[in-house]
């Protein structure tokens, strides 16, 4: 059989990284093939040159037998690809509706374009209002939009770059459902993703990548999570190790009665949040995508305020204050978006790293201290393992989950008083999240406590020590780990049986 994509020896180098090292790879009609590899192991540098967003410095690309030069995006897609970055490429201020046009090239009537969005999103469970503005929208919701528009296009090939990193255990099932039936009725698939459970559920073939070269091909289904991990990483991972028990202390942060109406017109009001954070503990916050997460996080950061008592950190009101203050008192904060809230795209890393540590140590007296601020960035890059060039390199040129990392790090290396993490280990690899889910619990052990927001039920359960579900803007009562189940939390999530917290 003829492959429907075939890419013989990709070579592609950025300065004195090397990207791509002479990848062979192939993928048949029909077949959902996974890219693995680790943060920085070349795996969505290869699907950009697939996509024609790059362009390789070397090797060949057949299309259905015939090579073919794929100078840009409309040349992929005209060829019959579609992608799925992993970084969202919308237009904040246009609507779904409008989002999908662009990106369809479509002439059609725009009612006649919202009647097949909405026929595509209730055939495959990605429902989202086409009228609504992308800015309104929750990161798990843009996600939908992005899926939705490459469905749109009817592809040959289907590029998804970690589809499933903010859907919920439900929505990835409708996923994989809608993938396999595209791949019966012919279309190809290539789906690049960190959780290796799926990957062994839904994939028929797997190419691994280390370091920009082709490691191992395999059939993932004949394999363990163990034995790709391994093939990723080149060698045994270190498992986390959670802490036999953690002294929980007095509560850190607390909200009390708070009722805050949304500011955008789709957005969710909270209602009546209450909710204790002691120090010591890891507090899990579980839901579906724009249920009030966004609302929350904004009203504990700081970007939205309360009154002064409603929110309270060690004691004293906060609810008044905005970010800088909170942050003085030593509250931190890992937002859901990389670049643009956590990062600035265009920033070096030693730059980056002192966006949130305008203290003392590295601008004594109000003036910079540059020396202290590139001893920051190497110190962040060498202790959470961030694989970048150097630390002028820039923030858009780190993979996604070596930019996670850093934020990650520069927030738990302020060592705060309480850590607010919204989805801390999204699109990251095996190695890394494990390495971020240590962090977080060796922080909470040594007395900081921590709110994680999190999509990923394995995760609250893995790290937690109590979970709460956030639905249509109420807050759960919160459970210890040890009394939850994935049964139950689903259907918090969808609203069953909820009770606000006290």
Same mark, same amino acid.
């Not at 479509?106 to 055939?123: F, G, K, T």
């Given at each position: 059989?003829?492959?429907?994509?075939?890419?013989?020896?990709? +070579?592609?180098r950025?300065? #004195? /990284?090397?990207?791509?090292?002479?990848?062979?790879l192939?993928?048949?009609?029909?077949?959902?093939?996974?890219?693995?590899? =680790?943060?920085?192991? &070349?795996? *969505?540098?290869?699907?950009?040159?697939?996509?024609?967003?790059?362009?390789?410095?070397?090797?060949e690309?057949?299309?259905?037998?015939?090579?073919?030069?794929?100078?840009?995006?409309?040349?992929?897609?005209?060829l019959?690809v &579609?992608?799925?970055?992993?970084?969202?490429?919308?237009?904040? +201020?246009?609507?779904?509706?409008e989002?999908?046009?662009?990106?369809?090239?479509?002439?059609?009537p725009?009612?006649?374009?919202?009647?097949?969005?909405?026929? %595509?999103?209730?055939?495959?469970?990605?429902?989202v209002?086409?009228?609504?503005?992308?800015?309104?929208?929750?990161?798990?919701?843009r996600?939908?939009?992005?899926?939705?528009?490459?469905?749109?296009?009817?592809?040959?090939?289907?590029?998804?770059?970690?589809?499933? *990193?903010? @859907?919920t255990?439900?929505?990835?099932?409708?996923?994989?459902?809608m993938?396999?039936r595209?791949?019966?009725?012919? $279309?190809? %698939?290539?789906y690049?993703?960190?959780?290796?459970?799926?990957?062994?559920?839904?994939c028929?073939?797997?190419?691994v990548?280390?370091?920009?070269?082709? %490691?191992?091909?395999?059939?993932?289904?004949?394999?363990?999570?163990? *034995?790709?991990?391994? /093939?990723? /990483?080149?060698?045994?991972?270190?498992p986390?190790?959670?802490?036999?028990a953690?002294?929980?202390?007095?509560p $850190?942060l607390?909200?009390?009665?708070?009722?805050?109406?949304?500011? =955008?017109?789709?957005?969710?009001?909270?209602?009546?949040?209450?909710?204790?954070l002691?120090?010591?503990?890891?507090? &899990?916050?579980?839901?579906?995508?724009?249920?009030?997460?966004?609302?929350? @996080?904004a009203?504990?950061?700081?970007?939205?305020?309360?009154?002064?008592d409603? %929110?309270?950190?060690?004691?004293? !009101?906060?609810?008044?204050?905005?970010?800088?203050?909170?942050?003085?008192?030593?509250?931190?904060?890992i937002?859901?978006?990389? @670049? !643009?809230?956590?990062?600035?795209?265009?920033?070096?890393?030693?730059?980056?790293? /002192?966006?949130?540590?305008?203290?003392?140590?590295?601008?004594?007296?109000?003036?910079?201290?540059?020396k202290?601020?590139?001893?920051l960035?190497?110190?962040?890059?060498?202790?959470f393992?961030?694989?970048?060039?150097?630390?002028q390199?820039q923030?858009?040129?780190?993979?996604?989950?070596?930019?996670?990392?850093?934020?990650v790090?520069?927030?738990?290396?302020?060592?705060?008083?309480?850590?607010?993490?919204?989805?801390? +280990?999204w699109?990251v690899?095996?190695?890394?999240?494990?390495?971020?889910?240590?962090?977080?619990?060796?922080? #909470?052990?040594?007395? $900081?406590?921590?709110?994680?927001?999190?999509?990923?039920?394995?995760?609250?359960?893995?790290?937690?020590?109590?979970?709460?579900?956030?639905?249509?803007?109420?807050?759960?009562?919160?459970?210890p780990?040890a009394?939850a *189940?994935?049964? !139950?939390? &689903?259907?918090?999530m969808?609203?069953?049986?909820?009770?606000?917290?006290?």
């Amino acid at each position: 059989m003829t492959a429907r994509l075939a890419l013989t020896g990709i +070579t592609k180098r950025y300065g #004195a /990284m090397l990207a791509n090292d002479g990848v062979t790879l192939s993928v048949q009609p029909g077949e959902i093939h996974a890219l693995l590899g =680790e943060n920085g192991a &070349g795996k *969505s540098t290869l699907m950009k040159i697939v996509y024609g967003v790059v362009k390789p410095d070397a090797g060949e690309i057949a299309w259905e037998g015939t090579p073919v030069v794929i100078a840009d995006p409309n040349a992929a897609r005209a060829l019959g690809v &579609g992608m799925v970055f992993q970084h969202f490429s919308l237009f904040e +201020t246009l609507t779904v509706a409008e989002n999908i046009a662009l990106g369809l090239g479509s002439r059609q009537p725009m009612a006649a374009l919202v009647a097949e969005i909405r026929q %595509v999103a209730a055939q495959y469970g990605l429902a989202v209002e086409a009228g609504r503005q992308v800015h309104h929208l929750s990161v798990g919701e843009r996600q939908r939009v992005e899926i939705l528009r490459c469905l749109l296009a009817r592809p040959k090939l289907l590029i998804l770059d970690e589809p499933t *990193s903010v @859907l919920t255990p439900q929505e990835a099932e409708g996923l994989f459902a809608m993938l396999r039936r595209l791949a019966a009725e012919g $279309c190809s %698939v290539l789906y690049i993703s960190h959780k290796l459970q799926e990957i062994r559920a839904l994939c028929t073939a797997a190419t691994v990548l280390r370091a920009g070269r082709v %490691v191992a091909r395999c059939d993932p289904r004949q394999e363990t999570a163990e *034995s790709l991990a391994e /093939m990723m /990483m080149g060698g045994a991972l270190a498992p986390a190790s959670r802490p036999a028990a953690r002294q929980v202390g007095a509560p $850190c942060l607390s909200v009390g009665g708070l009722t805050l109406p949304s500011q =955008e017109p789709f957005g969710t009001t909270l209602r009546d949040i209450s909710l204790e954070l002691r120090a010591g503990e890891i507090l &899990g916050i579980a839901g579906v995508a724009g249920n009030g997460q966004k609302e929350l @996080l904004a009203a504990l950061s700081g970007e939205r305020r309360a009154a002064a008592d409603m %929110v309270r950190l060690d004691g004293q !009101g906060i609810g008044a204050l905005g970010p800088a203050a909170r942050r003085a008192l030593g509250l931190a904060f890992i937002p859901e978006e990389r @670049l !643009g809230r956590g990062a600035v795209a265009d920033f070096t890393l030693a730059e980056n790293a /002192m966006l949130t540590r305008l203290d003392d140590r590295i601008a004594p007296h109000g003036l910079l201290d540059l020396k202290a601020v590139g001893a920051l960035a190497a110190r962040l890059v060498a202790r959470f393992g961030v694989r970048c060039a150097s630390i002028q390199a820039q923030g858009r040129s780190l993979s996604g989950g070596n930019m996670q990392k850093f934020i990650v790090g520069r927030e738990i290396d302020a060592q705060p008083r309480v850590l607010l993490a919204a989805h801390p +280990t999204w699109g990251v690899d095996i190695g890394a999240a494990l390495a971020i889910r240590q962090a977080l619990q060796d922080l #909470a052990a040594a007395g $900081c406590g921590v709110l994680v927001v999190s999509e990923d039920l394995d995760e609250l359960l893995e790290i937690a020590d109590r979970i709460a579900v956030l639905s249509g803007g109420r807050l759960s009562l919160p459970m210890p780990v040890a009394e939850a *189940s994935v049964e !139950g939390i &689903g259907l918090l999530m969808g609203g069953a049986a909820h009770a606000p917290a006290a």
